[in-house]
C-alpha cells in the first residue's frame, strides 16, 4: 500500500501555534515518527492547534509519540487543540489524550514481613472495635425492647426462627449421624483391640454431647444462616432499603438485626440437642453392625456415663455461639458499601469469621469447665 511520508510542521498565526501533520501516523511508520518529532521545537505562543488536514491515518501508537513530545515541549496531553482531523482519526486521538491524562495506579509495592504483620494487627484491632462498638448498640437496642415490649416484632422472629432452625433439622440430623458413625467406627476398631468396645458407647456419648454436637451445629449455622443473614442485609442495604427504614423513624437494629439474634439464640440450643440424638444414633447402629452392642446395652452405656452436667454442656455453649453468629453476620451486612461485589465478599468474611469465634470460643469454654471441673 502507497504511504505519504510523516512530516510535521508549525508554524505560528495570531500567537496561536498550528502543528500540521501530514502522512501516514502509523506503527509501521514509528521510526520515521520518532525522526519527524526529534528535530521538532514548540515555539513559545498561547494556544496550541493540531491540524489534520494533510493527515491520511493516524494510530494510538503515533497519536501517544506525538502528544508525549508535546508533553516534553511543555505543552500538555490536554492541551492541543484538534481541527481538520477527520471523525475517526478526532475520536482516537482524544482517547489517547484521555488514557495518558488519566491517573494511574502505582504499581505493587512488596512490603516486609514487619509491614505485613503491623498492617494485619491494625485491621484486626479496627474489626475488633467495630465488633464491640455493634455489639454495644446491640445491648442498648435489646435494653429498650426490654423497656416496650411493643418493639419486639414476634412475626419477623418467628420467620427467621422457621427458617434457621426447622428448616435446619434435615441437614443438621445427617451431618451430626454420619460423624456419630465416623467416630463410633474409629474408635471401635482400637477398643476391640483391649476388648473394650463398650466403651465407645462412653466415647460417643461425652464426644458428640460435649463438643462435637455443638461445634458442628454452629459450623453449618455459620455457614447457612450466618450467610444468608449477610447476603439479606447487604442486599437491603444496597437497594437503600436499610435507609429506607432508617427515614421511616425505624432502628434498623431493632427491625433487622434483633429479631434474627433471638431467633439464632433459640434455635440453635434446640439443633444441638437434636444434633446429640442423631450423633448417639449413628454410634449406636455401628455398635450394633460392627461391635456386636445391642441398642438396649448401648443406651444403657449412654445413661451410664452421660451425667446431666455433661449433657447440659452443649446447650449452654450454644446460645453464646448463636450471639456471635448473628453479631457478625448482621454487622457484616450493614457494613456493606453498595454494590454486588461487597455483597459476596462480606458474605465470604462472614463464615470465615464466625467459624474461626466458634472454635476460639470453643477453647475458650474448655479452659474454662477444665477449671471449674464440669
Same mark, same amino acid.
Request: with cysteine.
Given at each position: 500500500? #502507497?504511504?505519504?511520508?510523516?512530516?510535521?510542521?508549525?508554524?505560528?498565526?495570531? $500567537?496561536?501555534?498550528?502543528?500540521?501533520?501530514?502522512?501516514?501516523?502509523?506503527?509501521?511508520? @514509528?521510526?520515521? =515518527?520518532?525522526?519527524?518529532?526529534?528535530?521538532?521545537?514548540?515555539?513559545? $505562543?498561547?494556544?496550541?492547534?493540531? /491540524?489534520?488536514?494533510?493527515?491520511?491515518? *493516524?494510530?494510538?501508537?503515533?497519536?501517544?509519540?506525538?502528544?508525549?513530545?508535546?508533553?516534553?515541549?511543555?505543552?500538555?496531553?490536554?492541551?492541543?487543540?484538534?481541527?481538520?482531523?477527520? /471523525? !475517526?482519526?478526532?475520536?482516537? =486521538?482524544?482517547?489517547?489524550? #484521555?488514557?495518558?491524562?488519566?491517573?494511574?495506579?502505582?504499581?505493587?509495592?512488596?512490603?516486609?514481613?514487619?509491614?505485613?504483620?503491623? $498492617?494485619?494487627?491494625?485491621?484486626?484491632?479496627?474489626?475488633?472495635?467495630?465488633?464491640?462498638?455493634?455489639?454495644?448498640?446491640?445491648?442498648?437496642?435489646?435494653?429498650?425492647?426490654?423497656?416496650?415490649?411493643?418493639?419486639?416484632?414476634?412475626?419477623?422472629?418467628?420467620?427467621?426462627?422457621?427458617?434457621?432452625?426447622?428448616?435446619?433439622?434435615? *441437614?443438621?440430623?445427617?451431618?451430626?449421624?454420619?460423624?456419630?458413625?465416623?467416630?463410633?467406627?474409629?474408635?471401635?476398631?482400637?477398643?476391640?483391640?483391649?476388648?473394650?468396645?463398650?466403651?465407645?458407647?462412653?466415647?460417643?456419648?461425652?464426644?458428640?454431647?460435649?463438643? @462435637?454436637?455443638?461445634?458442628?451445629?454452629?459450623?453449618?449455622?455459620?455457614?447457612?444462616?450466618?450467610?444468608?443473614?449477610?447476603?439479606?442485609?447487604?442486599?437491603? !442495604?444496597?437497594?437503600?432499603? %436499610?435507609?429506607?427504614?432508617?427515614?421511616?423513624?425505624?432502628?434498623? +437494629? #431493632?427491625?433487622?438485626?434483633?429479631?434474627?439474634?433471638?431467633?439464632?439464640?433459640?434455635?440453635?440450643?434446640?439443633?444441638?440437642? $437434636?444434633?446429640?440424638?442423631?450423633?448417639?444414633?449413628?454410634?449406636?447402629?455401628?455398635?450394633?453392625?460392627? @461391635?456386636?452392642?445391642?441398642?438396649?446395652?448401648?443406651? /444403657?452405656?449412654?445413661?451410664?456415663?452421660?451425667?446431666?452436667?455433661?449433657?447440659? +454442656?452443649?446447650?449452654? !455453649?450454644?446460645?453464646?455461639?448463636?450471639?456471635?453468629?448473628?453479631? *457478625?453476620?448482621?454487622?457484616?451486612?450493614?457494613?456493606? !458499601?453498595?454494590?454486588?461485589?461487597?455483597?459476596?465478599?462480606?458474605?465470604?468474611?462472614? %463464615?470465615?469469621?464466625?467459624?474461626?469465634?466458634?472454635?476460639?470460643?470453643?477453647?475458650?469454654?474448655?479452659?474454662?469447665? #477444665?477449671?471449674?471441673? *464440669?
Amino acid at each position: 500500500m #502507497q504511504t505519504t511520508a510523516v512530516a510535521i510542521h508549525c508554524q505560528v498565526e495570531d $500567537a496561536t501555534t498550528i502543528i500540521r501533520l501530514t502522512g501516514t501516523w502509523r506503527l509501521r511508520n @514509528l521510526p520515521d =515518527v520518532i525522526a519527524a518529532l526529534g528535530g521538532f521545537t514548540l515555539p513559545r $505562543a498561547g494556544e496550541v492547534v493540531l /491540524d489534520g488536514g494533510g493527515l491520511e491515518s *493516524i494510530d494510538t501508537a503515533a497519536a501517544f509519540v506525538l502528544l508525549e513530545r508535546l508533553a516534553k515541549l511543555g505543552c500538555a496531553a490536554e492541551a492541543p487543540a484538534t481541527r481538520h482531523f477527520s /471523525d !475517526k482519526h478526532a475520536r482516537l =486521538v482524544d482517547l489517547v489524550r #484521555q488514557r495518558m491524562c488519566t491517573p494511574t495506579a502505582l504499581g505493587s509495592l512488596h512490603r516486609g514481613v514487619l509491614y505485613r504483620i503491623g $498492617a494485619a494487627s491494625v485491621a484486626l484491632l479496627g474489626e475488633l472495635r467495630r465488633a464491640v462498638s455493634f455489639m454495644g448498640l446491640v445491648t442498648i437496642e435489646l435494653l429498650r425492647m426490654l423497656r416496650r415490649p411493643a418493639l419486639f416484632r414476634a412475626r419477623e422472629t418467628a420467620a427467621q426462627f422457621e427458617t434457621v432452625c426447622i428448616d435446619a433439622i434435615p *441437614i443438621v440430623i445427617l451431618v451430626n449421624f454420619l460423624i456419630g458413625i465416623v467416630v463410633a467406627y474409629v474408635l471401635g476398631m482400637e477398643a476391640q483391640r483391649y476388648g473394650a468396645s463398650l466403651f465407645v458407647a462412653d466415647g460417643i456419648a461425652l464426644a458428640m454431647c460435649r463438643e @462435637l454436637s455443638p461445634i458442628l451445629c454452629s459450623v453449618l449455622v455459620a455457614g447457612r444462616s450466618g450467610a444468608a443473614f449477610t447476603a439479606e442485609i447487604g442486599t437491603m !442495604k444496597v437497594e437503600e432499603e %436499610v435507609d429506607a427504614i432508617a427515614t421511616l423513624g425505624l432502628s434498623p +437494629v #431493632q427491625v433487622l438485626v434483633i429479631p434474627r439474634l433471638l431467633a439464632l439464640g433459640l434455635a440453635l440450643p434446640l439443633l444441638v440437642l $437434636a444434633g446429640d440424638i442423631a450423633g448417639v444414633a449413628g454410634g449406636m447402629l455401628v455398635g450394633a453392625a460392627k @461391635l456386636g452392642i445391642a441398642p438396649n446395652v448401648f443406651l /444403657d452405656r449412654v445413661h451410664a456415663a452421660l451425667e446431666l452436667r455433661h449433657f447440659l +454442656v452443649g446447650p449452654g !455453649k450454644a446460645p453464646v455461639f448463636a450471639m456471635f453468629i448473628a453479631m *457478625i453476620a448482621c454487622r457484616l451486612g450493614l457494613e456493606v !458499601k453498595g454494590d454486588a461485589r461487597s455483597v459476596g465478599r462480606n458474605t465470604t468474611s462472614t %463464615v470465615v469469621q464466625c467459624i474461626v469465634w466458634v472454635f476460639v470460643l470453643d477453647a475458650a469454654f474448655a479452659v474454662v469447665f #477444665q477449671r471449674l471441673d *464440669i
